[in-house]
């Protein structure tokens, strides 16, 4: 395992951890709101990196954890911050799995980074902010949430920072707090074994600023998305747990009917909005099987 924090071309910093062997396909990790890469740092991801025989890049997505926030609006600015982290651990070529929230910008890369990013994986995605039955599926207290973090932002960030502030000084109480916005059997399943690392996972991503998640919402819901999804050109594959309530698969479904270049969008049987090792591990290697082959195509050409 590495750990990497390049200081990039405007002076901000990008961290990421970097998990299976160097010779492997490279696979970029985007986690949802809140997160960090922190999320794939518990021993049973790494072990199944090892063994799926891929290099992993987990990130701090701009905001969070050791990343600096980025100084302008929109998706786009991220395909830059992307291209130099690429440049610098020379690799040519990835895929991208964005998971939640970070299911846009993963999209983002692919509409603004054709010639590096060769396939997209959704996981528990977002659906699009013009959709008119975006709400319409979500559960009471996301509503409310993402409601005030549309039109009282400023009441948004209050409440952001006092969950942060008691999480802080009774770390017991973090495990319940996430079961509360997870409600999905499944994904309670997994927060009564990994509660604990998870929990410390998304408070350290927000330990710079807890109130960026709210920008970061703003990002999606308010402010222009910065791409089209018709930009996008590379294969991308959508999965979804069929018992998700965080981000419901009705939403993925009318995102998937946009996407062009969609290639599959798939209902895993016994998952909730969480993922695990073995589910990623999966996806990752279908992006890089997909890599493959377009490398071979464009070699026989």
């Not at 040519?92 to 799995?97: F, K, N, P, T």
């Not at 400023?154 to 017991?172: E, K, T």
């Not at 009564?192 to 709210?214: T, V």
Request: charged residues 20%; contains cysteine; positive net charge.
């Amino acid at each position: 395992m590495k750990h990497h924090t390049i200081v990039l071309r405007d002076g901000r910093r990008l961290t990421c951890s970097e998990l299976g062997p160097e010779a492997g396909p490279a696979v970029l990790y985007l986690h949802g709101n809140p997160g960090s890469r922190l999320e794939l740092l518990r021993p049973e991801h790494a072990q199944a990196f090892i063994e799926g025989g891929l290099r992993v890049l987990s990130l701090d997505r701009p905001g969070y954890g050791g990343s600096c926030q980025p100084t302008a609006r929109g998706h786009q600015h991220l395909a830059k911050d992307i291209e130099q982290l690429l440049d610098t651990l020379k690799i040519e070529s990835c895929v991208v799995v964005g998971h939640s929230r970070g299911s846009l910008p993963a999209l983002a890369l692919g509409a603004h980074l054709p010639l590096r990013v060769h396939a997209i994986g959704l996981l528990g995605a977002t659906g699009m902010p013009d959709d008119a039955l975006l709400m319409k599926d979500k559960i009471a207290a996301a509503k409310l949430l993402l409601f005030l973090v549309k039109y009282a932002p400023a009441v948004a960030r209050s409440m952001i920072r006092l969950n942060h502030f008691l999480d802080a000084v009774s770390p017991g109480t973090r495990v319940l707090r996430l079961k509360a916005g997870l409600p999905s059997v499944f994904d309670r399943r997994q927060l009564d074994k990994e509660g604990r690392q998870m929990a410390q996972a998304l408070h350290e991503g927000l330990a710079a600023n807890p109130a960026w998640i709210i920008e970061d919402w703003r990002a999606w819901l308010v402010h222009p998305l910065g791409f089209s999804l018709t930009d996008v050109k590379c294969p991308v594959y959508v999965w979804m747990g069929e018992d998700d309530q965080t981000c419901p698969v009705s939403n993925a479904e009318r995102l998937s009917q946009r996407i062009n270049t969609l290639v599959e969008f798939v209902k895993v049987p016994q998952m909730g909005h969480l993922h695990t090792p073995g589910i990623l591990v999966s996806l990752m290697q279908r992006l890089c099987e997909s890599m493959t082959l377009q490398k071979s195509y464009k070699n026989l050409r």
